[in-house]
């Protein structure tokens, strides 16, 4: 049997069913969707709570700047504490909600794809079906949601000490951009770093029933003895994707052409439908990406034959004295074959 390569079987199965890309977006765009609703929604709320009296009205009506910012000021003061209210319940809610969803839809997908491989060709022997539970779920995008506010904080801190190093009095605003550039990139790299093996950690909990930790050191050791294949399928769905973001940024580029033709209207509407298209096939290339992770996990290191052949036993008779071979079928008395004269 030939191996099959992981990166492969991750294309294929995106292909073959795409309802695995379709339910990835799914549970994604309808997240984003609601907590958008919430994110406006709040805000209208928020705006509702500001008082506006009869002279902010007049300086508002006036059309000058100054009295406008005087206006906008005299509403807004005092309602710091609200918004800081508004966020942290915002925060506090959508997290716990993202951390439900998440794990619920990774638990169903993942579960699709087990048996995906189970039912093709390319399976190995069924395993026997372990029991798991959603607290290590839930536990592992809980830790992907600490590490995404502990980056957030860490940019915050690169933006704080990159001002540090440019003071009024003796600006620098080169090495302030170099220190926050390199700080980012460092923050970004460990946060995408930690985020991907949460990420790969939740394939063990629902193949294999192992706890929170138990799943994160399952992903390294398979980190560690598929290293190769892991490389190769990042490589390859990385390709893919960097693709689809030139591809895209193409695309944008011909509405945008027609800025001062068409109505605003027209042109957000096709940045907009470029940019969802963009997202579905980054979703779809993720759910790839995933099942070639799934496909490492279900396929064995090394080819492994159906059956093995023995080669014959050979035959009484099939051999001389001499170690000349002979087949069985033929007579080994007869003259012809033999350098020794009969006796006669």
């Not at 048996?115 to 592992?140: G, I, K, M, N, Q």
């Not at 294949?229 to 940024?249: D, E, N, P, R, Y």
């Amino acid at each position: 049997m030939k191996l099959r390569s992981p990166t492969l079987e991750g294309f294929r199965a995106i292909l073959r069913r795409p309802s695995f890309g379709l339910a990835e977006i799914v549970w994604r765009w309808s997240f984003g969707a609601a907590a958008g609703l919430l994110l406006i929604f709040s805000f209208f709320e928020y705006l509702d709570t500001l008082p506006v009296s009869k002279g902010d009205l007049l300086l508002l009506r006036t059309r000058h700047p100054v009295l406008i910012s005087r206006a906008v000021m005299h509403i807004f003061r005092g309602s710091g504490f609200r918004v800081v209210e508004t966020v942290v319940v915002l925060a506090l809610t959508l997290g716990v909600a993202w951390i439900v969803v998440a794990s619920l839809a990774r638990a169903a997908t993942i579960k699709a794809l087990l048996a995906y491989f189970l039912d093709s060709d390319v399976s190995t022997p069924a395993r026997t079906e372990t029991p798991w539970r959603f607290h290590a779920l839930f536990t592992l995008n809980f830790f992907r949601l600490g590490t995404t506010l502990a980056a957030v904080v860490g940019c915050l801190a690169a933006v704080l000490l990159g001002k540090s190093a440019s003071r009024p009095t003796d600006p620098a605003p080169g090495s302030a951009l170099l220190i926050i550039l390199t700080f980012t990139m460092l923050v970004w790299i460990a946060w995408s770093t930690l985020n991907w093996f949460l990420s790969l950690a939740a394939i063990f909990v629902v193949a294999d029933g192992q706890d929170t930790f138990g799943a994160i050191a399952d992903a390294v050791d398979l980190c560690r003895t598929r290293s190769a294949s892991i490389f190769a399928a990042g490589t390859w769905f990385g390709l893919a994707h960097i693709t689809a973001f030139v591809v895209a940024s193409s695309a944008v580029a011909f509405p945008l052409g027609f800025a001062m033709i068409l109505p605003a209207g027209v042109v957000l509407g096709g940045v907009l439908l470029v940019t969802l298209l963009y997202f579905a096939v980054t979703d779809f290339l993720y759910m790839g990406r995933l099942a070639a992770y799934v496909a490492m996990v279900e396929m064995p290191d090394a080819p492994v034959s159906a059956e093995t052949t023995q080669p014959p036993l050979p035959q009484a008779g099939t051999y001389f004295d001499s170690g000349t071979h002979s087949s069985p079928a033929v007579d080994s008395t007869e003259l012809i074959l033999s350098d020794v004269p009969a006796n006669s």
